[in-house]
């Protein structure tokens, strides 16, 4: 696997905890301050990793459909336990994506926005009402690897983004053809 594409897993799965979450919506301010409560902020957001929703409408071709964001960040109210009606789409810059790829991936979320659909919601939340929401956001993230040229096409854009910085990457183990065996000798 390559460095850039454990980056990108790495990310992707650290941002996947509700509060590490809040940690990437400080670094853009005005996505920041739509978390309902900070002092309860596990229950304020649910963060869902390559989020699927179904289609209400019977006569689509499809009624479970991946969105095409890397993650779905929905605010709740914590007293009430219900949405908020507030989402942020966050699409993490990957491995080797252009810029018209990348935006590619967030016009295809907004024709699928544009459906009735209802989340299927990780089992934790799964008695919380996963209608649509209202207000949709979308949140750009690009990396160490990012080029230059998708950075100032977000910023002329005028599109929301946040340099990322990466965690530390857990490096997989090493495979039995990395590992040194020692000889074999028959006449031991």
Not at 37 to 50: H, K, Q
Not at 68 to 74: G, V
Not at 77 to 102: C, M, Q
Not at 125 to 131: F, K, P, Y
């Amino acid at each position: 696997m390559s460095t850039h594409q454990l980056q990108y897993d790495t990310l992707l799965s650290h941002y996947s905890n509700p509060l590490k979450a809040i940690g990437l919506l400080r670094e853009y301010r005005p996505y920041f301050e739509l978390i309902p409560s900070l002092r309860r902020p596990s229950d304020s957001l649910i963060a869902i990793p390559l989020p699927v929703v179904k289609y209400t409408s019977s006569n689509l071709s499809q009624s479970h459909v991946q969105m095409q964001c890397d993650l779905a960040l929905i605010m709740c109210d914590p007293d009430w336990k219900v949405k908020t009606g507030r989402e942020i789409f966050v699409f993490i810059h990957r491995p080797n994506e252009d810029y018209s790829a990348l935006l590619q991936r967030w016009r295809q979320v907004e024709v699928a926005l544009g459906e009735e659909y209802y989340w299927l919601l990780p089992w934790k939340h799964r008695s919380i009402i996963s209608d649509r929401g209202e207000y949709h956001y979308p949140l750009f993230v690009t990396l160490d690897y990012s080029p230059t040229r998708i950075i100032k096409g977000l910023e002329g854009a005028s599109l929301p983004h946040v340099r990322a910085l990466t965690p530390e990457i857990e490096t997989p183990p090493d495979t039995e053809e990395n590992q040194e065996d020692p000889i074999y000798d028959p006449t031991q």
